[in-house]
Nanobody, 125 residues
């Protein structure tokens, strides 16, 4: 069971990045979320997608700028990040849960069973 995040990098404010999460060995029926952790801050939930892709949730700080999607045939989950701001700078992680989650719990890291290694996003001019 392995999750591998990629696609991070250095981008100027206002720019975009597409983060990818390869979910090998993870059931495509599992919900997956993106979290991020900035230096000196706690890990926070960024976005969540249900196993079908029909349910998506976003942190208030990224709503309208980020879009989560998944391709179950390829075992991939994506996070399109647009209009990036310096405060979006963080290591981004993807995580999978082995069961359906209550929607009110999607942003709690303890609800997830498997984690990728993270990819660094730096937003700076």
């Amino acid at each position: 069971l392995q999750l591998q995040a990629s696609g991070g990098g250095l981008v100027q404010p206002g720019g975009s990045l597409r983060l990818s999460c390869a979910a090998s060995g993870v059931s495509n029926r599992w919900p997956i979320a993106w979290f991020r952790q900035a230096p000196g801050k706690e890990r926070e939930g960024v976005s969540y997608i249900s196993f079908s892709g029909g349910g998506t949730y976003y942190a208030r700080s990224v709503n309208g700028r980020f879009t989560i999607s998944r391709d179950n045939a390829k075992n991939m989950v994506y996070l399109q990040t647009n209009s990036l701001k310096p405060e979006d700078t963080a290591v981004y992680y993807c995580a999978a849960a082995q069961r359906r989650l209550l929607t009110s719990l999607w942003a709690l890291s303890d609800e997830y069973d498997y984690w990728g290694q993270g990819t660094l996003v730096t937003v700076s001019s």
